[in-house]
């Protein structure tokens, strides 16, 4: 059981550039969500999926789109990239009448 | 922006008691407080949460006071490894949908000292 898993660890894009982040669990939860980390902040919700088939925004979602490809699986992706999203990527998922959100190890994302 | 107030940071002896509070004052009564902690740039995980009876379990206890506006996490025996960032979070009861989702503040900086 391998819990929340996201591809890749590390990744430096130039400004422009586009990705995709990955993000995988195999607790069969129905929620997932993409946050991302600042440097001395919270974290703050990009996106989010309550189900598979639905996507939701959250705080920050400009610059971002997501695809719930199925009920494992959620990606985040960078269109173009921006300076400003050098970040840290966390994903995470929670099931339904859960409690607890489980989240992922992170992406460390860096835009020069 | 975050329903909770938590000091910026804390420093605890080795083995003593953490004391973390939190102010909530605008809580609903149908939300739950829940506390997370995130070590060293590594995921948030998930340590307790209560909505207004005292919890414990293996890990901390939360105690809630009985106007339920605010709330203090006791790990009763602090260890290094404790050192991290808490972060006490006021969320909805979770039937899918977006009052599952966690609001993040910036949380209290515990650093457990030898």
């Known amino acids: 059981n391998a819990g929340v898993t996201q591809t890749p660890k590390f990744q430096v894009l130039k400004t422009g550039q586009s990705m995709t982040l990955q993000c995988a669990q195999d607790m069969n939860h129905n929620s997932m969500y993409w946050y991302r980390q600042d440097p001395g902040m919270g974290l703050r919700l990009i996106y989010y999926?309550?189900?598979?088939?639905?996507?939701d925004k959250g705080e920050v979602p400009n610059g971002y789109n997501v695809s719930r490809l199925n009920k494992r699986e959620f990606s985040l992706r960078l269109e173009s990239a921006a300076p400003s999203q050098t970040s840290v990527y966390f994903c995470?998922?929670?099931?339904?009448?859960?409690?607890?959100?489980?989240f992922g190890p992170g992406t460390r994302l860096t835009v020069t | 922006d975050a329903k909770t107030t938590q000091p910026p940071s804390m420093d605890c002896a080795e083995g003593r008691a953490a004391n973390l509070p939190c102010n909530h004052s605008t809580i609903s009564g149908n939300e739950y407080v829940y506390w997370y902690r995130q070590i060293h740039s590594q995921g948030p995980q998930y340590i307790i949460h209560?909505?207004?009876n005292n919890e414990t379990n293996e890990m901390a206890s939360l105690i809630i006071t009985e106007d339920r506006k605010s709330s203090t996490l006791i790990l009763p025996h602090a260890t290094l490894r404790d050192t991290a960032v808490y972060y006490c979070?006021?969320?909805?009861?979770?039937?899918?949908?977006?009052?599952?989702?966690?609001?993040f503040g910036k949380g209290t900086k515990l650093s457990v000292k030898p």
């Open positions: 209560g909505l207004k």
């Open positions: 979070i006021v969320r909805g009861p979770y039937y899918g949908g977006s009052q599952g989702n966690l609001i």
């Open positions: 995470a998922s929670t099931g339904r009448g859960d409690y607890e959100q489980y």
């Open positions: 999926s309550a189900s598979e088939g639905t996507t």
